[in-house]
């Protein structure tokens, strides 16, 4: 089964514009997740998707906006960006809660 | 509350020692204890989980202690090698939140040959 992929690999942005990354999940996975990984703050959750409808979201300024596709495929967006958005996103898939979250390689977004 | 701490934040520990990495949990409503690995530039890997009704897992060299009472669980690595040099992070997560991860801060590990 092919794992959890995740384009761009790199992306370089400049202030004030607007991203969008993208998550293919593993197949037969619902569930997809989105996280920022930082060296300060670590892995923060971002947003959660399942059956294309929002599950849960974490502490991120409205900026940061998802949606997942009846294929289970994710983009999340950011927009307006700034120089504190740069960091690894990284997008897990899983069967649902408690079934384990594999994780894709990350997309890693420098803004300038 | 929805914190997860973790520790130590770095670990050095000779080849064929045992790693050990702890954390600590507030919340209650955590029913479900992952640990992942990360090598740099590598996304999170799965090493092994446990939920709160059984108090020791083992897969291989890994195992994970858990203690509900104490609100602590702490990932044992056997035989250390110098292939196990990475990050590892503790996480929870509770049903009602459906697959939300809390992390802990991770500990990077170094094996020494």
């Known amino acids: 089964k092919a794992g959890v992929t995740q384009t761009p690999r790199y992306l370089i942005k400049t202030r004030g514009q607007q991203v969008t990354l993208s998550c293919s999940p593993i197949?037969?996975?619902?569930?997809v997740s989105w996280y920022q990984q930082t060296p300060g703050q670590g892995l923060q959750f971002l947003f959660e998707y399942f059956s294309e409808t929002q599950r849960n979201k974490g502490n991120f300024p409205g900026r940061f906006s998802g949606r997942q596709f009846s294929n289970s495929r994710s983009e999340m967006n950011v927009s307006t960006l700034e120089l504190g958005d740069s960091a690894l996103y990284l997008c897990?898939?899983?069967?649902?809660?408690?079934?384990?979250?594999?994780f894709g390689q990350g997309t890693r977004l420098t803004v300038v | 509350q929805q914190q997860v701490k973790q520790s130590p934040q770095s670990l050095i520990v000779q080849k064929g020692g045992i790693s050990i990495i702890n954390c600590a949990y507030e919340n209650t409503a955590f029913d479900y204890f992952p640990w992942y690995q990360q090598f740099p530039g590598k996304g999170p890997a799965l090493l092994i989980a446990i939920r709160p009704d059984v108090s020791e897992k083992k897969e291989g060299r890994f195992t994970i202690s858990f203690n509900k009472s104490a609100k602590q669980f702490s990932l044992h690595i056997m035989d250390s090698q110098p292939g196990d040099s990475a990050t590892y992070f503790c996480a929870a997560s509770s049903h009602n939140q459906g697959g939300k991860l809390i992390f802990g801060q991770g500990t990077e590990l170094s094996v020494k040959p």
């Open positions: 197949s037969g996975h619902r569930s």
């Open positions: 897990a898939s899983s069967t649902g809660p408690k079934a384990g979250a594999f």
